[in-house]
């Protein structure tokens, strides 16, 4: 089992930026392909960022292009969302997730293997 835990989740005002954090445990964190989705209220979870396990190659939701940044680092174990100027309808709870072994494009929940408890992200206007 793949455990991912997310941190850095917090209040912030509109325009401001944050980074967000998931520490994974488990085997072979370097082959796994990182993902971020997020859910806001009353709404699905959406598709935010994803990092491919093999050539690191990004990819993101529309409403994200231009203003969020997912990386990684292998040797910790860690990938990263720097989220830049941020909006009120970025509010959302934000959760990491993982898969192994693809660099497909997945944008669907159910194409991911494991998540993680997720973090509150609150953009005040």
């Known amino acids: 089992q793949v455990q991912l835990v997310e941190s850095g989740g917090g209040l912030v005002q509109a325009g401001g930026s944050l980074r967000l954090s998931c520490a994974a445990s488990?085997?072979?964190?370097?082959?796994?392909?990182m993902g971020w989705f997020r859910q806001a209220p009353g709404k699905e979870r959406e598709f935010v960022a994803q990092?491919?396990?093999?050539?690191?190659?990004?990819y993101y939701g529309d409403s994200v292009k231009g203003r969020f940044t997912i990386s990684r680092d292998n040797a910790k174990n860690t990938v990263y969302l720097q989220m830049g100027s941020l909006k009120p309808e970025d509010t959302a709870v934000y959760y990491c997730?993982?898969?192994?072994?693809?660099?497909?494009?997945?944008?669907?929940?159910?194409?991911?293997?494991?998540w993680g408890q997720g973090t509150q992200v609150t953009v005040s206007s």
């Open positions: 990092i491919n396990w093999s050539d690191s190659s990004t």
């Open positions: 997730a993982a898969r192994p072994l693809t660099n497909v494009l997945i944008r669907s929940r159910g194409g991911w293997n494991y």
């Open positions: 488990g085997r072979t964190f370097s082959m796994y392909t």
